[in-house]
């Protein structure tokens, strides 16, 4: 699974001029499925974007985390980020996980983030329209794999 994060002072997203999920000062998290991942990779990733250090401590240094800070999580499904853009000018979608899948472990990660901070999202297939503040800026990409 994959996340791209990045650190907001505010963040929202849109669908069919209602907004759906929304949060203050956090982390703002595009989701990506790909096709081998399981369970075990929505628990891996939702604790590395909880304990990720991208917020300043007293002296200035990136070293709290989302729940060190109590920050609010905005988690948004993207299968775009599992596409294999290594050749031609079209990515190709065939490494992101089916939409049954991609839905599920999304959930799964939601459901494992909401049990330690707040968490809000976008919604699962839909067009969307995210709007944010970026703080920084600050953007990282995490990508957790199968073991083996």
Same mark, same amino acid.
Request: proline fraction near 5%.
């Given at each position: 699974m994959i996340a791209l994060i990045q650190r907001v002072a505010e963040a929202a997203v849109?669908?069919?001029g209602e907004v759906v999920g929304a949060i203050g000062p956090g982390v703002?998290?595009?989701i990506g499925v790909e096709r081998s991942d399981d369970d075990a990779q929505a628990a891996r990733l939702a604790e590395? =974007? @909880?304990?990720?250090?991208?917020?300043?401590?007293?002296d200035g240094r990136m070293n709290l985390s989302l729940l060190d800070v109590n920050g609010a999580l905005l988690a948004v499904p993207q299968?775009?980020?599992?596409?294999d853009t290594e050749k031609g000018n079209r990515a190709s979608l065939s490494g992101a996980a089916?939409?049954?899948?991609?839905?599920? @472990?999304?959930?799964?990660f939601v459901e494992l983030?909401?049990?330690?901070?707040? =968490?809000?999202?976008?919604r699962f297939g839909a067009h969307m329209k995210v709007s944010l503040?970026?703080?920084?800026?600050?953007?990282?990409? @995490?990508? =957790?794999?199968? @073991?083996g």
């Open positions: 849109t669908v069919d703002l998290a595009l590395r =974007v @909880l304990s990720y250090r991208v917020f300043a401590d007293g299968f775009t980020l599992a596409a089916s939409p049954e899948v991609g839905a599920r @472990l999304f959930n799964r983030a909401g049990q330690k901070i707040r =968490v809000s999202t976008g503040v970026n703080d920084g800026p600050v953007t990282f990409w @995490l990508q =957790v794999r199968p @073991l």
